[in-house]
Structures are given as C-alpha cells and as structure tokens.
T-cell receptor
C-alpha cells in the first residue's frame, strides 16, 4: 500500500514565524502535491512537483514556497506565517505509470493554526 | 480556469440510493474523479471517468456526460459508514486535479 506521511498532525505557530511542513511518500511516485482545505472551499492546490527540484504553482501559491530535493520528500514552506494561513494542509502523491484513473494518495493532513 | 459545483449537503436513509451531482465549467479536461473523505481522515479515491458513461465499482457508480458538463456519483445500498464528504475533481494534464467544494452525505437510520 502507498503510504504518504506528514510530519505533524497539529501545529500551532505565531504570526511571522517561518513554518515547514514535510511530506514523505514511499512508493517512488514522481508527482507530489500540496493542498489546503477550508470549509466550503474544498481542496485548493498550492504547489505541485513532477520531479526532483521541479515545482509548479497551483491555484493559490501566494505566501508559500516548496522544496523537492529528493523524490520521496516534498516540503511546503510558509516564509512568514499569517493568520489567514490557518488551515488543514494535505499532501498527496501520484504516478501516471501505476495509478489507474490517475489516483492521488493523500497523507493524513496537518492542521495548522497561526496565532 | 475550471470551477466545479456540488450540493453542500445530502441526507438519505440507510439502504437507500443517493446521487451526488457535479457540474463544471471548463475549457478541457482528461477525466472526472471522485474522492471520499471521512471526518478527520484523508481523501481516498473512489472512481474515475475518462469517457462518457457509467463506471461501476461495487456499490458505487460514477457517470460522466461531457456534452452536459455534468457528472454524478451514485451510492447504492447506503450504509452508515458511507457518511462522509464526497468530492468530484477534474483532471488536467499531468494529473493535476481541480476539486469541487464537496458534498457532505449524512446517512440516517
């Protein structure tokens, strides 16, 4: 089974702090994604990556950056956290080679609160 | 860009059949997926339609009509464990997905 893990389930940070959210997948997937989920808004794509050191902006990249130094690890960075970044953050991975229907596999999520 | 609309909430009784609709506006896409998410859990893949028509997977079926810009998820023989949020998602190139706002399904006795 594909396993996607995220570094924390719950995180509380203060405004202005630099925040790192880590995601690791163990199935050698080439694609990795970061979403945020807010009530009534569904899942919105922040950034994604098709390969090591490669990144593409999603629909809401402002205030975020990412890093993919290794194939299995995709990090989301909040350079200066703000209260409007309080949200649930979900990481996902996929492979066009092995996933019928282009299935994305999600981690358990990190609920980030910025005070 | 793409936008997908779903009803925010649907309620049905155990054993019944329920249909969750998804309408979209887009200039082009590869397919329509459905995901299930229980409270506090991660979204999990349910089904995918690349072509128009019905795809069946056990108690769940999904339908797509590109000419009507419309799809739906059909759940049969509802069980209490089916209470969850359901999201439709359009697939762009390279497996990038755009998700709908989600439908919360409540199954009652």
């Amino acid at each position: 089974d594909v396993k996607v893990t995220q570094s924390s389930r719950y995180l509380v940070k203060r405004t202005g702090e630099k925040v790192f959210l880590e995601c690791v997948q163990d199935m050698d997937h080439e694609n990795m994604f970061w979403y945020r989920q807010d009530p009534g808004l569904g899942l919105r794509l922040i950034y994604f990556s098709y390969d090591v050191k490669m990144k593409e902006k999603g629909d809401i990249p402002e205030g975020y950056s990412v890093s993919r130094e290794k194939k299995e690890r995709f990090s989301l960075i909040l350079e200066s956290a703000s209260t409007n970044q309080t949200s649930m953050y979900l990481c996902a991975s996929s492979s066009l080679m092995t996933s019928p229907g282009n299935e994305q596999f999600f981690g358990p999520g990190t609920r980030l609160t910025v005070l | 860009g793409q936008s997908l609309e779903q009803p925010s909430e649907v309620t049905a009784v155990e054993g019944a059949i329920v249909q969750i609709n998804c309408t979209y506006q887009t200039s082009g896409f590869y397919g329509l997926s459905w995901y299930q998410q229980h409270d506090g859990g991660a979204p999990t893949f349910l089904s995918y339609n690349a072509l128009d028509g019905l795809e069946e997977t056990g108690r769940f079926s999904s339908f797509l009509s590109r000419s009507d810009s419309y799809g739906y998820l059909l759940l049969q023989e509802l069980q209490m464990k089916d209470s969850a949020s359901y999201f439709c998602a359009l697939e762009e190139g390279g497996n990038k997905l755009t998700f709908g706002t989600g439908t919360q399904l409540k199954v009652e006795l």
